[in-house]
Nanobody, 120 residues
Framework: QVQLVESGGGLVQPGGSLRLSCAASGFTFSMYGMFWYRQAPGKEREFVATVTNTGTNTAYADSVKGRFTISRDNTKATVYLQMNSLKPEDTAVYYC?????????????WGQGTQVTVSS
């Protein structure tokens, strides 16, 4: 079955770094755009970053641009999120998402999330 398993979250001090990983299985990873979203307590889930299926193009939310880097390794069916210069407002559960549209339907898969806490 389809699985997206995030890892790498934890507690880090402001200014620190973390690298999240999301290991995919059960679908053809290289055909899917991959996304990271996050959800802070009491807030809606928000877009963080995306990478195209080939890894050629990326895009970021303004709030993380210049600090976060998304990448993928299709040979390992894994997507990464390198997070530098972390701020307390980056505290959230981070979710991995796989998306592909193939007429007539969309294929949309989510991981279970990993907690990132930025605090001194």
């Amino acid at each position: 079955q389809v699985q997206l398993v995030e890892s790498g979250g934890g507690l880090v001090q402001p200014g620190g770094s973390l690298r999240l990983s999301c290991a995919a299985s059960g679908f053809t990873f290289s055909m899917y755009g991959m996304f990271w979203y996050r959800q802070a307590p009491g807030k809606e889930r928000e877009f963080v970053a995306t990478v195209t299926n080939t890894g050629t193009n990326t895009a970021y939310a303004d709030s993380v641009k210049g600090r976060f880097t998304i990448s993928r390794d299709n040979t390992k069916a894994t997507v990464y999120l390198q997070m530098n210069s972390l701020k307390p407002e980056d505290t959230a559960v981070y979710y991995c998402n796989a998306y592909r549209f193939s007429t007539p339907r969309a294929y949309n898969y989510w991981g279970q999330g990993t907690q990132v806490t930025v605090s001194s």
